[in-house]
């Protein structure tokens, strides 16, 4: 994002025994920042500077944005599963290391801000005094998106 700075950034979080291990890595134009958040049991928080950061292989890329396969850091090894939501500025997947489970995520807040892209997100995004007609589509459960739509259309805001 080019008034934060922010060229990329990623965090994950997986379930391990005994303990909930997070990261958070920021990309900005000049410098990169990370931590590692280990939660124990008792809900003792210990946080440390990744370090060792290194990435190998890559999953998704339908759109040219892609996530590494591996992830390597703190003397941890994350692997990367393949893309479950997955756009030109953001990925969702699943994490797996050897003994726990999770989630992550890898976003390029830049890449939403390209001229072609800027019609699709305001398709997403209300406005107090012009909300899209095509909100309705995109926000809230898939399963009653229809009948949401169609109530927007003739009138029922």
């Known amino acids: ?32 920042e990370g931590m590692e958040v280990v939660i124990d049991d008792g809900g003792r928080a210990t946080i440390s500077p990744l370090e060792g950061w290194s990435e190998q292989g890559r999953v998704g890329g339908t759109y040219g944005f892609a996530a590494s396969e591996t992830l390597r850091f703190n003397g941890r090894t994350v692997h990367v599963g393949g893309a479950v ?12 290391t050897a003994t726990g489970r999770g ?41 009653d998106r229809g009948s949401r739509t169609l109530a927007w259309w003739m009138g029922a805001r």
């Open 1 to 32: 994002m080019p008034t934060l700075g922010i060229r990329e950034w990623a965090w994950g979080r997986v379930a391990e025994p005994g303990s909930e291990v997070l990261h958070y890595r920021c990309e900005g134009e000049t410098a990169v």
């Open 85 to 96: 939501d997955e756009s030109v500025f953001y990925l969702r997947f699943p994490l797996s």
């Open 103 to 143: 989630w992550g995520e890898r976003v390029r807040p830049g890449a939403i801000s390209t001229w072609w892209m800027q019609p699709l997100v305001r398709m997403c995004v209300t406005t107090p005094h012009a909300p899209s007609a095509m909100l309705p589509i995109f926000s809230g459960p898939a399963i």
